[in-house]
């Protein structure tokens, strides 16, 4: 995970040298680890616009689990908070562990 983690910030910040990376929150969830990021490129020297990507990427059982979501053009408060809150809630589950359990009905 943190191999993944710093390869994405680093081709990022390559792609778009005065982009930022900013974490947003790691640690444990449902018996999983996991880390949340923030990218943000404000001119991308290919297109010419900005650009920004929002990364959660889980350590599963089995493999490792990647949710994005990317924005080609100037973020809102609105948008950040209202996909800052999607991707939190994004969690991983087994359905051959009790301990890790799928919602009902998965």
Request: charge should be neutral; aromatic fraction near 12%.
């Amino acid at each position: 995970l943190p191999q993944f983690h710093a390869t994405m910030e680093k081709n990022w910040l390559a792609a778009c040298p005065q982009g930022a990376h900013q974490p947003v929150r790691s640690g444990v969830e449902n018996g999983y680890e996991f880390d949340f990021w923030f990218l943000t490129c404000p001119n991308n020297p290919q297109t010419m616009q900005p650009e920004a990507t929002m990364v959660k990427a889980m350590r599963g059982r089995d493999a490792l689990y990647v949710a994005q979501k990317s924005f080609k053009s100037v973020l809102t408060r609105e948008l950040v908070l209202e996909w800052t809150h999607f991707i939190r809630n994004i969690e991983l589950c087994d359905t051959r562990d009790e301990k890790r359990a799928c919602p009902p009905g998965f």
